[in-house]
């Protein structure tokens, strides 16, 4: 299965942006990138998700590059409820692969 | 948005006895239900996969008839943890998938586990 690697923390100062990359050199032509968040003693939550072409919606931005091999997660301007573990995840369209591997993800800490 | 509601948040046994976790999705058909433990500081790893109306399959090293998965309906799925031991105390969350393989997996709120 594609695997995805993750700086293990990132900081940020409250109400600047932030750029999460993931890395996917693996990734195959059906698998969609997926971007999760999980705040502490709680279930993850969707953020965003794409194939090829950049995305946004209301809480997010979804930079992919061109051959694929990378992604990243754009906050446009960091608050302390971004305050979170961020999950990069590769899913496969075709078979909807089951077992998604969540790496460690970026701890992303959010400086007032 | 969807939700997915997991039930209970919280729960305290005594070594032996048997636990279960409801996993509702409150707003959509979920054909496929997914089942994750996450120790503390510790990324989430996938136990099982619940169809609808058929066997869930487990991933290996997880013993299916120690965590007895029932997926009966499109908006329930249960996980029992059968003669809950205490290193079976742990984080278990649950998703789920719309009717489409591109649907974002929704994730319930999570069940902290405490076995005593």
Known sequence: DAKTTQPNSMESNEEEPVHLPCNHSTISG????HWYRQLPSQGPEYVIHGLTSNVNNRMASLAIAEDRKSSTLILHRATLRDAAVYYCILRDV??????LFFGTGTRLTVIP | ???VSQHPSRVICKSGTSVKIECRSLDFQATTMFWYR??????LMLMATSNEGSKATYEQGVEKDKFLINHASLT???LTVTSAHPE?????????????????LHFGNGTRLTVT
């Open chain 2, 88 to 104: 079976d105390s742990s984080f278990y969350i649950c998703s789920a998938r719309g009717q489409t393989f591109d649907s974002p």
């Open chain 2, 76 to 78: 329930l799925s249960t």
């Open chain 1, 30 to 33: 059906t698998d969609y990138i």
């Open chain 1, 94 to 99: 075709v078979t909807g692969a089951n077992n």
């Open chain 2, 1 to 3: 948005g969807a939700v």
């Open chain 2, 38 to 43: 996450q120790f503390p500081k510790k990324s």
